[in-house]
């Protein structure tokens, strides 16, 4: 991730009074947010120029755009006008494809139209940035192949299984390279928009945008974030069985060779078989069921680190400490202060089920 205050590329380092020119695609179903928010972002950045430097010339100048410049409705049935159609677009510095909800489809003919649009601007050299599953588009030109991309988290696998040649780095907030930019889930847009702020204007004024939208600048990773869905319908029953025999027993000293043998099939050919479903061995599921528990019991217990690693089934806290970090990037104390939430009533709460 490029930080904010960085050197400045070619493509960014405008100066005086010329402002960047932002160029939203807006399509059917796209997160209005998505937009909006990066809109008031940008405003409160001329703002805040204006403020520091007495010079009334905006920062960044920002327009949205539609296939045929007709109006569009968003996912959350707000209706988008946008100022022009893409094929009105003369000179832009940077492309921003929109989340969308649902994710996107790309067999009919409008959304080829939109792809080929995205891949003409990026042969002008215009940098193209998309946000959370508008990455999903940005991957369907073509584009990413062979390149570094995260996305939301929470659509990962089916990213992977839809783009198999795209380098998913899925821990990260943000990605960048060769002009493509790529953001995690939702809000990583807004450290996308200050990392264009200290490019095109100063450090200091990401500091101040960042404090006027309580926004943490510093954030580079979703891992803490990440919530581990692995049961999806892949519909191998005897891995469901196992799955459902990992979530039950995970408190409990556990050999892989027992839950084969629970599920009658040989130790080898279950290990391929779980992989093959759920994408990960079932070792490392095992260890993805106890942490999400942990991460359940500091969010809403007040047990002491050493008691929940006896709840979840470990003998050696220095283990699970190194466990949580490699799966969250915080310490079990770190991601207490941030996520930890007390509940009245009582503190039991059933296992999660992944």
Wanted: net charge positive; with cysteine; proline share 5%.
């Amino acid at each position: 991730m490029t930080k904010t205050g960085s050197k400045r590329p070619a493509h960014f380092s405008q100066t005086g009074r010329c402002p960047m020119k932002i160029t939203f695609l807006a399509t059917e179903g796209c997160l209005s947010s998505g937009i909006a928010g990066l809109l008031d972002m940008f405003a409160i950045a001329n703002l805040w120029q204006t403020s520091l430097t007495g010079d009334r010339h905006p920062l960044f100048d920002t327009e949205i755009v539609s296939p045929q410049g007709q109006p569009v409705l968003s996912s959350g049935c707000i209706r988008l006008l946008p100022h022009r159609a893409t094929e009105e677009v003369d000179r832009t510095d940077l492309v921003l494809i929109p989340p969308f909800v649902p994710l996107p489809e790309f067999t009919c003919e409008k959304s080829a139209a939109i792809r080929e649009w995205i891949i003409h601007r990026h042969k002008a050299q215009t940098p193209i940035a998309a946000l959370c599953t508008g990455t999903f588009l940005l991957a369907a030109t073509g584009l990413l192949d062979g390149r570094r991309a995260t996305t939301n988290w929470q659509f990962a696998r089916k990213f992977q299984r839809r783009y198999p040649a795209v380098r998913l780095d899925i821990e990260q907030i943000l990605t960048e390279e060769d002009n493509l930019i790529c953001t995690g889930a939702a809000t990583a847009s807004y450290n996308l928009g200050l990392m264009l702020i200290g490019r095109h204007g100063s450090e200091e004024l990401a500091a101040l945008c960042a404090k006027a939208l309580l926004v943490d600048p510093n954030r580079d990773s979703q891992a803490p974030y990440i919530t581990h869905h692995q049961r999806e319908g892949h519909g191998d029953d005897r891995v469901l069985q196992a799955q459902r025999y990992l979530e039950e027993n995970f408190a409990h000293e556990i050999r892989i060779d027992d839950v084969a043998a629970h599920v009658r099939i040989s130790s080898r050919h279950f290990k391929r078989r779980f992989r093959q479903a759920t994408g990960c061995t079932p070792v490392r599921y095992l260890q993805l069921v106890r942490i999400e528990n942990a991460k359940r019991r500091l969010e809403s217990t007040l047990a002491s680190i050493e008691e929940i690693t006896e709840q979840i089934g470990y003998d050696d806290c220095s283990t699970f400490r190194r466990l949580f970090k490699q799966h969250t990037g915080l310490s079990p104390r770190e991601y207490r202060g941030r996520f930890q939430r007390i509940p009245s009533g009582a503190e039991a709460f059933p296992p999660v089920r992944l």
